[in-house]
């Protein structure tokens, strides 16, 4: 009987290290795999905005949608005391002077012009300093009345002097009203709505259209 034989040793190595190197491309080929879900959940979790950004966003958004709001009732309620209050310091500003009569009559029209004031919303702080600086002006025209209201019912001899005072404080609320008046024009256009010009007869401004640059 012939001895058998067995395959060469160099076949019997050739075929496990092939064998090894596939399995090892499948692990590397795994690793990587879960390396890049991982990676990917990471990437996810750490580009979503977690539920304390999102509230900030949300409460953002609902501030400035307020704001917007209240910028525009500003600007209505500005116009408006605007033609209520313009008549008082030019007259208190001209001569001949009023009479205790419409003094008088200028009190009750600075005391409606006031009440918008009375209660008002807090808003950010560029349309709270446009209100507060209307509702400076609103008073120092009130001041204005009541000094020259002193003027026309008091002595003869102090006459002058409280006339004098009323005309610096009408001059002081003018200038106020124009401050204020650039503030509000700027906050409309910050928020998309254009110049609003609320400027007193005769103030300087921009020179800009209505409407433009929002």
């Known amino acids: 009987m012939s001895r058998r034989t067995g395959r060469p040793s160099y076949l019997l190595s050739a075929s496990p290290p092939r064998r090894r190197r596939l399995s090892w491309l499948a692990v590397v080929a795994a690793i990587g795999l879960v ?5 990917g959940g990471i990437g996810y979790a750490v580009g979503r905005p977690d539920a304390t950004e999102s509230t900030v966003a949300d409460l953002r958004r609902a501030e400035a949608k307020r704001d917007t709001q209240q910028i525009t009732e500003l600007t209505a309620t500005a116009r408006r005391l605007r033609e209520e209050i313009a008549p008082v310091l030019d007259a208190l500003r001209a001569e001949p002077a009023a ?4 003094a008088r009559e200028w009190q009750q029209t600075l005391r409606r012009a006031a009440e918008p004031f009375a209660n008002p919303p807090s808003g950010t702080t560029a ?3 446009a209100r507060g600086g209307l509702r400076g002006a609103v008073e120092q025209t009130s001041l204005a009345v009541e000094s020259y209201l002193l003027a ?3 002595p003869p001899a102090q006459r002058a ?13 003018a200038a106020a009203w124009s401050v204020a008046a650039t503030q ?3 906050v409309n256009v910050d928020a998309g ?14 020179g800009a259209e209505e409407g433009t640059g929002g």
Do not use: C
């Open 184 to 186: 509000l024009d700027q």
């Open 35 to 39: 390396v890049a879900l991982v990676g």
């Open 193 to 206: 709505h254009g110049h609003q010009h609320v400027y007193l007869e005769g103030d300087q401004h921009d």
């Open 127 to 129: 349309t709270n300093v």
């Open 161 to 173: 002097a409280l006339t004098a005072l009323a005309k610096r404080q009408a001059d002081q609320a």
């Open 152 to 154: 026309v019912t008091g």
């Open 99 to 102: 009479d205790a009569r419409q």
